[in-house]
């Protein structure tokens, strides 16, 4: 199943369900928005699935074509939003350019709450203050939860994992190092973050859902080049095991979207990167003849994911970063 919400007059949009080839959407009779499907999931699920399936049979009344550029982030708002770096990948690639140690297997994952009250839509310009704040991109898988209870067993975990996303998740690249430093988490470094425009449940995947990972290529874009297309699949914690640390101590409210941190792969000289950050690392290992800059006005970044059979599953995320003026 997949699902977007519209723009509406209130914060959490109209949810829509759209047809496997997005091409089509409805407005869902079961739910208004998004969250409200997430807090009544066991009592909608079935309703939605029926119009779902009516909507690709193309019988459902009221279906219209839909152009997922004019659409929110398939999750406008949540109560919680938290994420990882599940990619020892992308951690060892840091630390062997920045001199510190080396995390493994063995530790738990790492996880900080992130602004959650919005997040941008997939299409569209992003506001940025400075160039000189080093903007970044990093291009994440993620999960929304339905209510997750305290305690929860890895395995449990992944049955609360209703929908799979994909995420832009926006650093200001300078303010990181003194933050993490204060050891107090992440809070100038990290603006909004953009979620596509489609979610979907992960049954949808087929295959390429295993073991609580997503198991496609995110193709990342910067302007017209390709800058990375790293596999998800290689994460280092599943989802499940983000979900049962997440829960260790506390419940998850219904709409919790929790990412899995920059898609990061060992062989990142051949396939490239996700983010601005590591690929500045891999120069210091390896100086290239022009160092990787961060971002400037008015550049574009481009990301996407595709099923076995060339299908965009999300949509893309393709924005513009934009000067915002400061208040006076």
């Known amino acids: 199943m997949k699902l977007a919400s519209r723009a509406a007059d209130g914060p959490d949009g109209r949810l829509l369900i759209v047809s496997r080839d997005l091409s089509r959407a409805v407005e869902a009779k079961a739910a208004t928005t998004l969250v409200q499907a997430l807090e009544t999931w066991a009592e909608v699920e079935a309703e939605l699935r029926a119009q779902y399936d009516s909507l690709n049979a193309g019988t459902e009344p009221g279906a219209f074509a839909l152009d997922s550029t004019t659409l929110a982030a398939a999750l406008p708002r949540s109560h919680q939003f938290l994420d990882a ?22 530790d738990p994952p790492l996880i900080y709450q992130g602004l959650s009250d919005r997040f941008y839509p997939a299409h569209g310009e992003v506001p940025f203050r400075a160039e000189a704040d080093d903007i970044d991109f990093e291009a994440e898988f993620g999960v929304i939860l339905d209510a997750t209870p305290l305690g929860v067993a890895p ?10 996303v994909m995420i832009n998740d926006w650093s200001l690249r300078a303010f990181g190092p003194t933050e993490m430093k204060g050891g107090f988490g992440f809070l100038q470094a990290k603006p909004p973050s953009s979620v596509s425009a489609i979610a979907v449940t992960p049954d ?32 280092s914690y ?3 095991d983000l979900i049962a640390h997440a829960a260790a101590t506390r419940d998850l409210c219904p709409g919790t979207l929790i990412g899995s941190g920059t898609v990061s792969n060992f062989d990142a000289e051949a396939v490239g990167s996700g983010c601005i950050a590591e ?13 990787t800059s961060y971002l400037r006005f008015g550049e574009t970044v481009r990301m996407e994911a595709f099923d076995a059979a060339g299908q965009s599953v999300f949509g893309a995320i393709e924005q513009r970063v934009a000067r915002r003026p400061v208040s006076a």
């Open 155 to 164: 395995d449990e975990a992944l049955e609360h994992a209703r929908l799979v």
């Open 204 to 235: 949808e995947l087929g295959g390429a859902w295993r073991d609580g990972r997503v198991g496609l290529t995110l193709r990342v874009h910067r302007g017209a080049a390709l800058f990375g297309a790293p596999d998800g699949a290689a994460m």
């Open 85 to 106: 770096s599940a990619f020892l990948a992308h951690n060892h690639i840091l630390a062997d350019a920045w001199g510190y140690t080396r995390r493994t297997e063995a």
């Open 238 to 240: 599943g989802f499940g």
């Open 279 to 291: 690929r500045k690392a891999l120069d210091e290992l390896a100086p290239p003849t022009a160092a």
